[in-house]
């Protein structure tokens, strides 16, 4: 079961059943699906998915999914970045090397990871250097295109 079906089971769960722990989650995973993960990863789901507990009654809580899950446009917010904060982009070999502002390379690559694309296999920032690995040199170049377009100027 990949993240997406996961998340998506999870959030099913906690809909259609009244869901006072984490364990619960598990166990109804576990027991109808036959499928086993960490508590931690339920947590970071439920996290993920804006899951909360609520009052059910003065000593009772309840996971409820949100009614209007807020959602962020990690691409525009790239875009803004790119526009103001983004210096240089260079490619070498199977890398992409984008050089920011200081203290926003941090921050355009939690936005860029948010994005899972499956282009990427790693990511490190510093303060104003971030630098995203590929497969291959061709892969890096999609990659600069994707997230930048065709009409980059640095």
Partial sequence: MNKEERRILIKMIVQENHITSKRDILSI???KFNEYMSLSTITNDLKALHITKVPLDSSTYVFQVPENTPTTDH???IHTLYQYD???IVISNH???IHTSPGFAQ???YHIDALELPEILGSVSGNDFTLLMTSSNQCAQQLRLKLFGPHHNL
């Fill in 95 to 97: 890398c992409l090397m």
């Fill in 29 to 31: 995973i576990r027991d």
């Fill in 86 to 88: 983004i210096q240089k």
């Fill in 107 to 109: 921050k355009l690559n």
């Fill in 75 to 77: 691409s525009a917010i």
